[in-house]
């Protein structure tokens, strides 16, 4: 083997030992943010889809008239894994907020997913 031929090769078997070093960890986390990708997707996918109804009851601590809004001091919601808590939620426009007042005890439905819902009904509290 001559010098030249020497040289080549040794250019060649370099640059591919620098494509091999520099490509596997490359491709190695475009996997990995590829997979990540694609498990937010599902997540988000699942979330939007399994919407729950869930049943409640509480005290109007305060009305949001202006933004349709309601908080609660509510009791335990088993059906989502809430404990008891006070809390702001947005409400339906076709639930009245006018015929509400503050301290009223109510039972309420809520319908969403994740840790966002909305109240979809409310009535007095036997
Ligand atoms: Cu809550």
Request: charged share 20%; net charge negative.
């Given at each position: 083997m001559d010098d030249a031929h020497y040289t080549t090769l040794r250019a060649v078997l370099a640059s591919a030992l620098i494509s091999v070093t520099l490509t596997l960890p490359v491709s190695g986390a475009l996997a990995q943010m590829s997979d990540m990708k694609k498990m937010m997707n599902d997540s988000k996918m699942s979330d939007t889809k399994k919407t729950t109804t869930a049943d409640a009851t509480g005290t109007i601590t305060a009305l949001n008239a202006a933004n349709h809004k309601i908080t609660f001091d509510h009791g335990p919601i088993p059906a989502i894994d809430w404990p008891a808590m006070k809390m702001e939620f947005a409400v339906a426009p076709?639930?009245?907020?006018?015929k509400l007042k503050t301290g009223d005890k109510v039972k309420f439905t809520l319908s969403g997913s994740g840790s966002t819902y909305t109240v979809q009904s409310i009535s007095p509290a036997p």
């Open positions: 076709s639930v009245d907020l006018a």
